[in-house]
T-cell receptor, first 112, second 116 residues
Framework: DTEVTQTPKHLVMGMTNKKSLKCEQH?????MYWYKQKAKKPPELMFVYSYEKLSINESVPSRFSPECPNSSLLNLHLHALQPEDSALYLCASSQSTPGKLFFGSGTQLSVL | AQKVTQAQTEISVVEKEDVTLDCVYETRDTTYYLFWYKQPPSGELVFLIRRNSFDEQNEISGRYSWNFQKSTSSFNFTITASQVVDSAVYFCALDYSGGGADGLTFGKGTHLIIQP
């Protein structure tokens, strides 16, 4: 199994909603990542978990809250988002750091 | 600070032509890794190659080849006999061996259009 699975694939939410993005991998990887990608732009690193501990927070607003319940799962909790947060949110994992990142197909988020 | 520059925003060629995507990087680290990823319209980033800074051998994989030159800080990617399925956005990326999980620094990407 060489897949990173992200759910949901599409999400539309209002600015007052609370929602969560989920990511799962069963490759035994110990590093997991959240990236944000705006249209026609490269992915931007948001969070990195290494051995289930948050190791980098790239000054992301607190309305984004990551969680790593175990080594296979990664969540991104969303609250009070702004329309400019609309983007493709990509999850990735890697066996080692630095290493080859395996990416999921992303969650396309629209904030109304 | 790390930086990756892909100067070609968009390239359009006719099928079966060869095409080269340029990548220039900047880093102060002596040990680092370079990557190429492909992002088709479906959105998923697909790994193509990883090269470490001590391995300057060129690599060929089918119609794909990569030319790594430390002297010019470049890691260029060539597709030979391009096909319509090669149409995608291609990202060059850099990571350094800092001992921690730092993620990738991406270039801005090159949108490759292969016309039938």
């Amino acid at each position: 199994d060489t897949e990173v699975t992200q759910t949901p694939k599409h999400l539309v939410m209002g600015m007052t909603n609370k929602k969560s993005l989920k990511c799962e991998q069963h490759m035994g990887h110990r590093a997991m990542y959240w990236y944000k990608q705006k249209a026609k732009k490269p992915p931007e690193l948001m969070f990195v978990y290494s051995y289930e501990k948050l190791s980098i927070n790239e000054s992301v607003p607190s309305r984004f809250s990551p969680e790593c319940p175990n080594s296979s799962l990664l969540n991104l909790h969303l609250h009070a988002l702004q329309p400019e947060d609309s983007a493709l949110y990509l999850c990735a994992s890697s066996q080692s750091t630095p290493g080859k990142l395996f990416f999921g197909s992303g969650t396309q988020l629209s904030v109304l | 600070a790390q930086k990756v520059t892909q100067a070609q925003t968009e390239i359009s060629v006719v099928e079966k032509e060869d095409v080269t995507l340029d990548c220039v990087y900047e880093t102060r680290d002596t040990t680092y890794y370079l990557f190429w990823y492909k992002q088709p319209p479906s959105g998923e980033l697909v790994f193509l190659i990883r090269r470490n800074s001590f391995d300057e051998q060129n690599e060929i994989s089918g119609r794909y080849s990569w030319n790594f030159q430390k002297s010019t800080s470049s890691f260029n990617f060539t597709i030979t006999a391009s096909q319509v399925v090669d149409s995608a956005v291609y990202f060059c990326a850099l990571d350094y061996s800092g001992g921690g999980a730092d993620g990738l620094t991406f270039g801005k990407g090159t949108h490759l259009i292969i016309q039938p």
